[in-house]
């Protein structure tokens, strides 16, 4: 288990505290331990919303990176050993064996992302985060309490003057970024990538230029944040620039090309969970909102200028009340592959798209092993190496969909990408059982989990301050 107050637990009254989560009683209330008290403290489930352990990190890592997708939401990493008509049976580090009904799938990743995590949070205010306003005052001399940016239920929320929020992260030539935003649709943030900082001593005035004076004015991006680009972000449309400075210190400003219409959003809550994916090599950089794609840009024509480590958020408003949270935010490599989860689905046929960007071959699959796919397609039967392959879906006669919280179910969530969800048995310092109405009674080793959910964090994040 992780060290003496490394874990964290956060309450409905929005307090979060340091100790260790021991396990649970009979009774279902936690047990934690805090180095200021003489005995463990009982706290029962529905004061907590969520418990995260190890601050976030690892504690031991999974041995496969292939996992399942149900029909509640559910992604249950493991290694695939058979498959049958009616169920997919696969091995897993943390809870050896489960087999699962195929009509609860939804599809099969087999290589998503090969589990090379650069980031995933926030969940400790000891996480460097970086603070920067739009006029570059000196942040070291405002209260922890007054600042824009605040730290609050495992998520970055914005109040206060128009400012950005900033980590330093080694990208990797391909890389994806996921998290929710909560806000509405006056104040959408905008994402921050590969931002220096650089910002010269000597600005040059432009010449010529006056429909740009105010966007080069005090307050424009590159003179907080250097060369960087900045994404808006919005469910149904989307804009690309880049800010920074040419050779001869003056500042720039691009607006790239967009190849995607607008998108309609019929989403009646202010979630959005947005997912970017980037490949420097090749400039192809893809926003997509709630699983449909958003935005298209090629950034290869600033690309030379973007040599900067930083991501983050930037909101270019004013607010007196909090209207921006982002929460479950994470960094890893991207394999390249365009395609979004929605657009694999068919009403009649089995997809099974490859590793090697283009290629998708879809029928009836008839077997899954951790070595090969076999299916009937109109191409024959084929055998597909599993090393080889993306992900498979299975065929839906209608469009997935979320579903709602089942009461009285917690969730546990494994580092990356993996999470269980079932109602609580029994547990110990070696494991947590729960009974998942998708795949029956697991019983799941401690030293795997990430963190334990009681309730939705959808509610604070979207009726905050």
């Known amino acids: 288990m992780a060290a003496d107050n490394h874990d964290l637990i956060n309450f409905k009254n929005h307090d979060t505290l340091h100790g260790k989560f021991i396990g649970f009683t009979k009774s279902g209330k936690i047990i934690w331990r805090n180095n200021a008290a003489d005995k463990n ?13 190890n601050k976030g990190k690892p504690i031991k890592e999974f041995t496969h990176k292939g996992f399942i997708e149900l029909t509640n939401n559910d992604k249950i990493p493991g290694k695939f050993i058979s498959y049958s008509n009616d169920k997919i049976t696969i091995n897993t580090d943390y809870s050896g064996t489960i087999n699962i009904p195929k009509k609860e799938i939804l599809n099969v990743h087999f290589n998503p992302t090969g589990h090379h995590f650069r980031y995933s949070g926030p969940f400790s205010k000891d996480e460097k985060w970086l603070l920067k306003y739009a006029d570059n005052r000196d942040t070291s001399t405002i209260d922890e309490k007054k600042k824009s940016w605040q730290f609050k239920n495992f998520s970055l929320t914005h109040k206060g003057d128009h400012s950005a929020i900033l980590k330093k992260l080694d990208l990797p030539e391909k890389f994806k970024i996921t998290f929710n935003a909560y806000t509405n649709q006056f104040y959408y943030p905008s994402l921050v990538l590969m931002a220096d900082l650089k910002i010269p001593k000597n600005i040059k ?10 966007r080069y004015g005090r307050y424009n991006k590159a003179h907080s944040l250097g060369n960087c680009i900045l994404i808006s972000l919005s469910p149904t449309r989307s804009t690309l620039n880049f800010h920074g400075f040419n050779d001869k210190n003056t500042p720039e400003l691009k607006t790239l090309n967009n190849i995607v219409k607008n998108t309609s959003s019929d989403s009646k809550t202010s979630k959005t969970a947005f997912e970017v994916r980037c490949d420097k090599s090749t400039g192809a950089t893809l926003l997509y909102a709630n699983g449909k794609m958003v935005a298209n840009w090629n950034i290869s024509s600033v690309i030379n ?18 209207n921006t949270a982002i929460s479950d935010l994470t960094v890893s490599q991207w394999n390249g592959i365009q395609d979004s989860d929605l657009s694999l689905e ?5 997809v099974v798209l490859l590793d090697n960007i283009t290629d998708r071959y879809s029928g009836e699959i008839t ?19 599993t090393d080889q392959i993306h992900s498979a879906t299975f065929q839906r006669a209608t469009p997935s969909e979320p579903l709602k919280d089942v009461e009285n179910e917690i969730t546990i969530h494994f580092y990356g990408t993996g999470s269980i969800s079932g109602k609580l048995v029994e547990s110990n310092k070696e494991s ?18 990430h963190a ?7 509610e604070v994040h979207e009726n905050f301050d």
């Open 346 to 350: 068919h009403e009649s046929r089995d």
């Open 205 to 214: 005035a432009i010449e010529n230029n006056n429909q740009y004076s105010n």
């Open 367 to 385: 077997s899954i092993t951790n070595k090969v796919v076999e299916m009937k397609s109109d191409h024959g039967e084929l055998t597909i190496p």
């Open 305 to 322: 200028k973007l040599k900067g480590s930083y991501i983050g958020f930037n909101i270019s408003h004013r607010s007196k009340k909090s």
């Open 41 to 53: 403290i009982a706290f029962t489930t529905p004061e907590v919303r969520k418990i995260v352990i």
């Open 432 to 449: 947590v059982t729960i009974e998942s109405s998708k795949c029956g009674k697991l019983n799941i080793k401690t030293e795997f989990i």
């Open 452 to 458: 334990i959910e009681f309730s939705s964090m959808d």
